[in-house]
């Protein structure tokens, strides 16, 4: 399994437009400390790919992963869809980008309340539709969907069969989507109760190896069914917004706690450290915030995590399993 990293930054990036923080200001003045929004592209074929959500920084993305880019022939990509892990603004703005798809037009791969913040809320069929046509596949909890249908190559195939399921994380609905109640309501049951799976994490498998990945850049919980999926993973790339509970109050861009704002931090007794240190995978930060002191690769918090095994995702980081 080919996964391609395309970004590790939260909403905003680093640097944000119009924020002059100590990331941001580290980012105008050493281009390496730059990140563009959270997103991976999986290989799910020799020459398709699928994109774990459409940032706005989309179009650049593209362009800086060659795998990505078209050919031959002069309207040909490799890029056959769309994952969404949740309807957030900085995961779902991307797909106004490739409207370009024409006729051959988007797949998106979605649970049903963020099929509905997209169409009800952002009112994407009828803004999108008339440029390209949208085809939306179910993110199913309870199975195993190839990413390209009837992809089941016996064991040996050189095709990698990537299957994705998804695992129930939290009902933290877009802004934009608060008041939208809407079918997707409908909660989803699991050991660990039900919740609304407006935010999910992502259970990547290669059937012909075995080789499973867990992507989850939202995490404003750590569900049972996550703890099962990572236990087992051989890779681990989770939400690594802010480095402690304070941080968003400290820095001053919200009232609110890193936990209140729904993402669990990185240090502290209920940090996500502490889970993942104990894994036997590849575990990686992403969707850093520009606040986070890991903005700055120098930051002594590296180490910290490397001691823990831990390690932090960069733009362009090309992880094979
Ligand atoms: C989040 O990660 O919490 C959201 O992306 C926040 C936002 O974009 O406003
Ligand atoms: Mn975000
Ligand atoms: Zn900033």
Redesign the pocket.
């Known amino acids: 399994m080919l996964l391609q990293v395309l970004g590790t930054a939260?909403?905003?990036g680093v640097p944000q437009w119009n924020c002059a923080c100590p990331g941001c200001s580290g980012a105008r003045a050493h281009p390496h400390w730059r990140r563009r929004h959270a997103s991976l592209a999986v290989q799910a074929s020799e020459d398709r790919w699928y994109l774990i959500n459409a940032t706005p920084d989309i179009g650049d993305q593209i362009e800086d992963c060659p795998a990505l880019h078209p050919g031959p022939g002069s309207r040909r990509t490799p890029i056959a869809g769309l994952v969404l892990t949740?309807a957030?603004?900085?995961?779902t703005l991307g797909i106004a980008r490739l409207r370009e798809a024409g006729v051959d037009g988007l797949e998106l791969l979605t649970t049903t309340p963020v099929r509905d913040a997209l169409t009800s809320g952002l009112r994407l069929e009828a803004v999108i539709g008339p440029y390209t046509p949208l085809t939306w596949r179910d993110l199913p909890f309870d199975r195993a969907e190839p990413l390209i249908p009837g992809s089941r190559k016996p064991t040996g195939s050189p095709d990698p069969a990537i299957t994705v399921t998804a695992i129930p994380i939290s009902a933290?609905r877009?802004?934009y989507a608060v008041d939208s109640a809407g079918p997707g309501a409908v909660p989803v049951g699991g050991a660990m109760g039900s919740v609304d799976p407006w935010v999910v994490a992502l259970l990547l498998t290669n059937r012909a190896t075995g080789a499973t990945a867990v992507y989850a850049?939202?995490l404003a919980a750590w569900p049972e069914a996550l703890q099962s999926a990572v236990a087992e993973a051989d890779c681990v790339i989770v939400?690594g917004?802010f480095w402690d509970d304070e941080e968003p109050r400290r820095t001053g861009i919200s009232a609110r706690t890193a936990t209140g704002?729904?993402?669990l931090p990185i240090d502290g007794p209920d940090g996500t450290a502490e889970r993942l240190a104990p894994l036997g995978a590849r575990c990686l930060y992403t969707?850093l915030?520009n606040t986070n002191p890991l903005v700055d690769p120098d930051a002594p918090q590296y180490k910290r995590l490397a001691e823990r095994g831990i390690e932090v995702a960069g733009d362009g980081m090309v992880i094979q399993l």
């Open positions: 939260a909403g905003g949740d957030e603004l900085d995961h933290k877009p802004r850049p939202a939400d917004t704002m729904g993402h969707h915030n």
